[in-house]
């Protein structure tokens, strides 16, 4: 097969949120900048964001909030591990994008005094506000591509092109042929999402994920062998959502009066959604599967719910209710919880990134749920996409071109045809990922222990060789599948070796270790870092401070 050249001044890796916002953006700086975008799904429909969306989790509304109280917030909710200046910027730039978006024709509803309707989400203000918005990734796209961004789709980023220590371009893979598409730029925007596919979802179903299924962390792998470092890579997170669905639900049903039961029909949660662990809690006592129950609730707040519920994020819910029969007004929600993923926006892990998007590799820059600026949701996405692309039309200023360097892309055309073969090989590629996604969640994830987690190390070895050798690939997608499997074990890998670093017990089930029960912030309150040694597999941990608000160690 051939391989597909391009050239771009900016090559942007992920078409979500994060992505169409950082195109938007450097095309209003530089309308004659050359902008590339690899997406893996098509651009109209993809990434986390891949219809609507009912609310912006994060807008400092002046007068009424700052980001001062943000970071205060986030740091409670993060249990000390975040930097404050990254977070402090996007409190401080998120109602200016808000205002922004308001021109675009995103509907933010308002009361009759002009008011935005808000709701405490985080343990501290009201951050929160609503959004009535289905066709949310829709606008941003097609305003990236009225700008003039280049659009790849059924593209995902593989591996990043260097010249001389600096980010030159990347190869990327066409997740249906197999066919290779090398993009030569000056800068790149890496903005992949997070990794939505670690453990297995209770349902069983590959793709039964909270977050958009197409996220295995390509975006943290590329970056991590180009240089970058990853921090808390420890913190796996699950959420109890809707049982089999694991689409969001507390966020709009419980500030609206909603109320959550175990089995015993115990209250184990009301008024406040940010207080989630209790509900995890309650699972792990057997008291499950809870239940959401807003029957109590007037005729008009059960309508206003189906409303957001039905229209937004992801309107496939009304199918979804209906046929099972459930009636918000006679039956109760069944809630469960999700699968473990890793993820910067709902999480903590990802590229280490500072205030400007920048991850100390020359020219390469990290946004959205890929770059670990803690649970900064889609505010974090659309504020660090400017953030960005600002900074890479400055780089690109101010530099000279990349040159192309044929010899790295022919690494990448060996690996490619390697591995597009059925000889000697006889590993279907869905069992190969049922059984890594098994192993991960009986491994690697909370409760964790020493013995687990280097148990995990040897099967990441076996993994590795029958990726390499036994895998049978039929076809062009099955091949991209095979890509993905190898970014789930990476992934789980720099989990794992995060997880044994850090001896204690953190952030309730995301990291809770048996054999270091107790939080320990004489010690552990810090980021641990992985950073690449010598080659790709030597993975390098170490412990760095967190950022206070002058740039500071706190």
Not at 350 to 361: K, L, S
């Amino acid at each position: 097969m051939e391989t597909r050249y391009m050239d771009a001044d900016l090559l942007i890796i992920g078409g979500g949120s994060a992505g169409c916002v950082a195109a938007i953006r450097a095309l209003e700086l530089n309308p004659d900048l050359k902008v590339v975008i690899f997406e893996k799904g098509d651009i109209k429909y993809s990434g986390c964001i891949a219809r609507g969306m009912d609310a912006m989790n994060i807008v400092v509304i002046p007068n009424f909030t700052s980001p001062e109280l943000y970071v205060e917030a986030v740091t409670l909710s993060c249990k000390g591990i975040v930097d404050a200046p990254a977070s402090y910027v996007m409190a401080q730039r998120s109602y200016e994008f808000c205002k922004k978006m308001e021109r675009w024709g995103v509907c933010f509803p308002k009361d009759e005094n002009g008011k935005y309707h808000t709701v405490q989400f985080h343990p501290k203000g009201e951050f929160l506000v609503s959004m009535e918005e289905p066709n949310l990734k829709v606008i941003i796209a097609k305003m990236a591509q009225d700008k003039g961004a280049f659009v790849v789709n059924r593209t995902m980023g593989h591996r990043l092109l260097m010249d001389d220590g600096r980010v030159a371009g990347a190869v990327g893979l066409n997740v249906r042929s197999g066919e290779l598409v090398c993009c030569r730029a000056n800068a790149v925007i890496i903005t992949a999402g997070g990794q939505a596919r670690f453990s297995l979802p209770n349902s069983g179903y590959l793709y039964n994920t909270f977050d958009y299924p197409g996220n295995t962390g390509d975006g943290y792998v590329m970056a991590f062998e180009a240089g970058a470092s990853l921090t808390g890579m420890e913190y796996g997170r699950s959420t109890v959502l809707i049982k089999d669905l694991n689409c969001p639900l507390l966020a709009i049903t419980i500030p609206r009066g909603s109320k959550v039961y175990d089995v015993l029909d115990n209250l184990v949660l009301e008024k406040y959604a940010h207080e989630s662990e209790v509900m995890s809690k309650a699972h792990n006592e057997g008291r499950g599967p809870l239940r959401m129950r807003m029957s109590h609730l007037p005729r008009e707040k059960i309508e206003e719910i189906e409303h957001i519920l039905f229209t937004t994020e992801r309107p496939v819910q009304e199918r979804w209710f209906k046929r099972r029969g459930i009636d918000f007004r006679k039956h109760d929600i069944e809630l469960y919880p999700t699968e473990v993923q890793l993820c910067g926006g709902h999480g903590m892990a990802g590229v280490r990134v500072n205030e400007n998007a920048e991850c100390g590799v020359p020219g390469l820059y990290v946004a959205g749920d890929a770059a670990s600026v803690p649970k900064q949701h889609l505010t974090g996405a659309f504020v660090f996409g400017e953030i960005a692309a600002e900074q890479a039309v400055q780089f690109i200023a101010s530099e000279s071109k990349t040159k192309l360097d044929l010899s790295q892309v022919r690494v990448a055309e060996t690996l490619r045809n390697q591995r597009y073969t059925t000889a000697g090989r006889e590993i279907p590629i869905r069992e190969l990922e049922y059984k890594v996604r098994r192993i991960i969640g009986e491994y690697v994830i909370s409760p964790k222990s020493e013995y687990k987690l280097n148990r995990w190390l040897e099967w990441a070895q076996v993994f590795q060789k029958e990726i390499e050798n036994e895998a049978l690939i039929q076809n062009g997608h099955e091949l991209s599948k095979l890509y993905e499997i190898e970014n789930i074990v990476k992934c789980a890998t720099f989990s794992a070796k995060a997880s044994l670093e850090r001896k204690e017990s953190r952030w309730g089930n995301c990291h809770y270790r048996i054999d270091y029960p107790d939080t320990d912030d004489r010690n552990w309150l810090c980021h641990v870092v992985l950073q690449k040694g010598e080659n790709a597999n030597d993975i390098r941990v170490s412990k760095q401070p967190v950022l206070g608000m002058k740039g500071g160690n706190r």
